[in-house]
């Protein structure tokens, strides 16, 4: 049958049992016909004499019948089905771990700020169609998480990364924020889950966590990229125009202190990001956190909704065969007359149900 396959057809010989049997009730069908023709014909009774057309035979017919199902059972039918789903939502959470991002202008600091948020957006998350992946970064970019609809994945780097970031002030590669490589390596994240598991259709979007970087051609080009894949661009900025120092490391012995450094919300670099991004601009500390990420998650949900998925996959038929055995026995079992037989033709049925199951 087309569409259909046995995943354990070791186990289909056994159809040649309930096949013989059916054999054999069939022969004792045909001498009850005969023998009911030939009472017919030679006796003569004071009333019309009424035989059933198999008689006690029924629940036997429904037994074999039964087994038959049960057998093929063993062998674990499937289907195929075709099933049309919306499409899931894909986030790719690129996280500001630079040394600006040490400022506490917000409280605690910038990181810390940056990193409850993120917890939040994965509470409101419900996990069943989004899938979330998460990369650090500053002059370059670590990815952490990869796309998965696990939230544990997610929550055990908020627990062991939540106090500061893992670029280390005495880095130089800390002091940068490298908002394109960050997107480049976003795109690199999706293709290579593509790569893995195939393409799956879905909404796609980065959210970018961080205090700002001034524009450039190479941002526009990696945005440019994210768009070619109708990947949209949110950007959530973390922390105040006033700004703050960001901390130094302790000066040398007979080193001459460096001056501070000011940082402040570069909030026009990145609106600008998220324009051309085509996604929206938040800031943290304007409006709830659940708010900003319900916002985020209702308008990439949005976008989602044109998006069909048709998915072909076999399903299991096995709780469909055993319910037709049970209501065949159970119908073979009404048929039954005699009090006596009832019982022991109901066990017998009971035995080679149980002998049949795996």
């Keep these: 049958m087309p569409g259909m396959r046995f995943v354990e057809q070791d186990f289909l010989w056994l159809l040649t049992v309930p096949v013989a049997l059916l054999v054999a009730l069939v022969c004792q069908l045909i001498r009850r016909r005969q023998t009911v023709r030939y009472l017919h014909g030679q006796r003569t009774v004071p009333i019309v004499e009424r035989f059933t057309f198999a008689g006690g035979l029924s629940f036997w017919f429904m037994v074999v019948a039964a087994s038959a199902l049960v057998v093929v059972d063993l062998g674990r039918p499937q289907v195929l089905m075709s099933v049309t789903q919306s499409a899931g939502v894909d986030v790719v959470v690129l996280q500001d771990g630079s040394t600006s991002m040490r400022v506490t202008d917000v409280t605690p600091d910038r990181w ?34 990869r796309l998965t609809s696990d939230p544990n994945s997610l929550f055990f780097f908020l627990d062991h990364l939540g106090e500061e970031s893992p670029f280390q002030l005495q880095d130089d590669t800390s002091w940068d924020t490298n908002i394109e490589d960050a997107i480049y390596w976003g795109v690199k994240m999706v293709d ?20 700002g970087q001034s524009w450039s051609g ?21 922390g105040t125009t006033s700004g703050g120092f960001i901390p130094q490391l302790p000066a040398r012995r007979y080193q001459e202190p460096e ?22 601009y938040y800031e943290l500390g304007a409006e709830s956190d659940q708010v900003v990420a319900l916002k985020i998650l209702a308008d990439i949900q949005r976008a989602s909704r044109g998006i069909l998925q048709r998915q072909e996959d076999f ?44």
């Design 112 to 145: 810390q700020r940056s990193v409850s948020w993120l917890r939040t957006f994965a509470e409101v998350l419900s996990w069943r169609q989004e899938r979330v992946a998460l990369a650090l970064f500053a002059h370059r970019t670590a990815p952490q998480v």
């Design 192 to 211: 290579k889950d593509e790569e893995l598991y195939g393409r799956r259709l879905s909404a796609k979007a980065f959210i970018v966590l961080s205090d």
């Design 218 to 238: 190479e941002v526009e080009r990696a945005l440019a990229l994210a768009q070619s894949r109708n990947i949209r661009v949110y950007v959530v900025g973390v």
């Design 259 to 280: 001056p501070p450094i000011h940082s402040v919300l570069d909030r026009q670099s990145l609106r600008a990001i998220a324009q051309a991004g085509g996604g929206a």
């Design 315 to 358: 399903a299991e038929l096995y709780w469909y065969f055993l319910l037709a055995a049970a209501v065949l026995v159970g119908w073979g079992t009404l048929l039954l007359k005699e009090q006596t037989q009832l019982w022991w033709q109901l066990a017998a049925a009971v035995v080679v149900v149980v002998a049949l199951l795996p």
